[in-house]
């Protein structure tokens, strides 16, 4: 394992629901990411926070939040998401930012919007 | 904004011949090159990168080579084996951005037995 790890690993939500996807990392990490990952399409840089601070927001909609209370823990929280919105949503995390470090990721978490 | 290109999208090889899979990148600043292997269930994991001071690199069965000039990078796998079946990412990246790495579209590694 990369000692990344995210919940829930499967997740069905409508598109009025209110639901949360956890990161956690157990590398002593200061920088994490979210990533989308669709089929047939590249990965997808969503969000990038550094010793808890973001850094950058690749244009993402408003109805994913990124929250990064610590630099060992990152979430994604979503409402009134798109059926185009289901994707596997990868988290990932590196030592630092700024400089070209590996980013090591979780399993990811296969979202179903109905 | 980068802009990376990988080819073919599917490879299917004999166990034990060699495959490579090859990428094209668009900004000139990028100096940071690595590659991913994800397993169905898995997220991409890292088995090798380069970086531009580099033109070669390898790892038991595994190399990557980088031409700067031409603005593409290659990963060779070796003596390839069933285990090796997977999709296979390249990306690209440079040291002023935010670890925002930009993937190519993956390729779908097929060795038969």
């Known amino acids: 394992e990369t000692g990344v790890t995210q919940t829930p690993r499967h997740l069905v939500m409508g598109m009025t629901n209110k639901k949360s996807l956890k990161c956690e990392q157990h590398l002593g990490h200061n920088a994490m990411y979210w990533y989308k990952q669709s089929a047939k399409k590249p990965l997808e840089l969503m969000f990038v926070y550094s010793l808890e601070e973001r850094v950058e927001n690749n244009s993402v909609p408003s109805r994913f939040s990124p929250e990064c209370p610590n630099s060992s823990h990152l979430f994604l929280h979503l409402h009134t998401l798109q059926p185009e919105d289901s994707a596997l949503y990868l988290c990932?995390?590196?030592?630092?930012?700024?400089?070209?470090?590996?980013?090591?990721f979780g399993p990811g978490t296969r979202l179903t919007v109905l | 904004g980068e802009n990376v290109e990988q080819h073919p999208s599917t490879l299917s090889v004999q166990e034990g011949d060699s495959a490579v899979i090859k990428c094209t990148y668009s900004?000139?600043?990028?100096?940071?090159f690595p590659w991913y292997k994800q397993e169905l269930g898995k997220g991409p994991q890292l088995i090798i990168d380069i970086r531009s001071n580099v033109g070669e690199k390898k790892d038991q069965r595994i190399a990557v080579t980088l031409n700067k000039t031409a603005k593409h990078f290659s990963l060779h796998i070796t003596e390839t084996q069933p285990e090796d079946s997977a999709v296979y990412f390249c990306a690209a990246n440079k040291e002023t951005s935010y670890g925002k790495l930009t993937f190519g579209q993956g390729t779908i590694l097929t060795v038969h037995p």
């Open positions: 990932a995390s590196s030592q630092e930012s700024r400089r070209t470090d590996t980013q090591y």
């Open positions: 900004d000139s600043a990028s100096n940071y």
